[in-house]
């Protein structure tokens, strides 16, 4: 069966410090992969997306920057967090291709503070 | 493009009583609707989902969701709501061809004893 692991699960990191979570999938092969962020009490904000590795493409423009360096891998990062990058992040996967009756399966999240 | 609107942003319902939760979609064609549930601090979890077929489905923990195209809708339902139901819920909306999914915008279920 298919599995998602994220981490960490919270962080607490100060203003103008680099950032950078981790999601790996397993048990498939060429899946979507998907960076959502929910900031308190709203809903979820799609950050970036991957269809492939190397290929990112970007939702929001902002503070931070996405990389797929493998197949079941995918890295948020940022040079230089702000305040604003707080929040609650939700990495996703769901098959590839563009049947869009695939459903999304999250992992369980990454709080991030920063101070 | 696709779009998902949840009205209601709180509802509260008493433990043991019915729930309906409110979604409607915008899409020219059939869409794929899903429908997830978020726990305090957890990832979301997929309830249910419909592609085609049967209108009305059936997914995990008793909950149940009907598809109405003449109401753009995909409610979700309950008949019974236990403590362990509080929690978010978002519908969200895919189609053939698209990467994302298009998610409402959730609605936060508070269950009273």
């Known amino acids: 069966s298919q599995t998602i692991h994220q981490w960490p699960a919270t962080l607490v990191q100060p203003v103008g410090s680099p950032l950078s979570l981790e999601c790996t999938v397993e048990?498939?092969?060429?899946?979507?992969l998907y960076w959502y962020r929910q900031a308190a009490g709203r809903g979820l904000q799609l950050l970036f997306y991957?269809?492939?590795?190397?290929?990112i493409s970007s939702e929001v423009p902002q503070n931070l920057s996405a990389s797929r360096p493998q197949d079941r891998q995918f890295i948020l990062s940022s040079k230089k967090l702000l305040l604003s990058d707080s929040g609650f992040y939700l990495c996703?996967?769901?098959?590839?291709?563009?049947?869009?009756?695939?459903?999304?399966?999250f992992g369980n999240g990454t709080r991030l503070t920063v101070t | 493009a696709q779009s998902v609107t949840q009205p209601d942003i709180h509802i509260t319902v008493s433990e043991g009583a019915s729930l309906e939760l409110r979604c409607n979609y915008s899409?020219?064609?059939?869409?794929?609707l899903f429908w997830y549930v978020q726990s305090p601090g957890q990832g979301l979890q997929l309830l249910l989902k419909?592609?085609?077929?049967?209108?009305l489905v059936q997914g995990i923990k008793g909950f149940e969701a009907e598809f109405k195209r003449s109401q753009s809708s995909f409610n979700l339902r309950k008949p019974s709501v236990h403590w362990s139901d509080a929690a978010e819920y978002f519908c969200?909306?895919?189609?053939?061809?698209?990467?994302?999914?298009?998610f409402g915008t959730g609605t936060r279920l508070l269950v009273s004893p």
């Open positions: 996703a996967w769901r098959a590839g291709g563009t049947q869009g009756n695939s459903p999304l399966h």
């Open positions: 048990g498939t092969s060429n899946p979507n």
């Open positions: 991957s269809v492939g590795i190397g290929q």
């Open positions: 899409y020219g064609a059939t869409p794929y």
């Open positions: 419909y592609f085609s077929g049967d209108t």
């Open positions: 969200a909306v895919g189609a053939t061809g698209f990467q994302k999914l298009v």
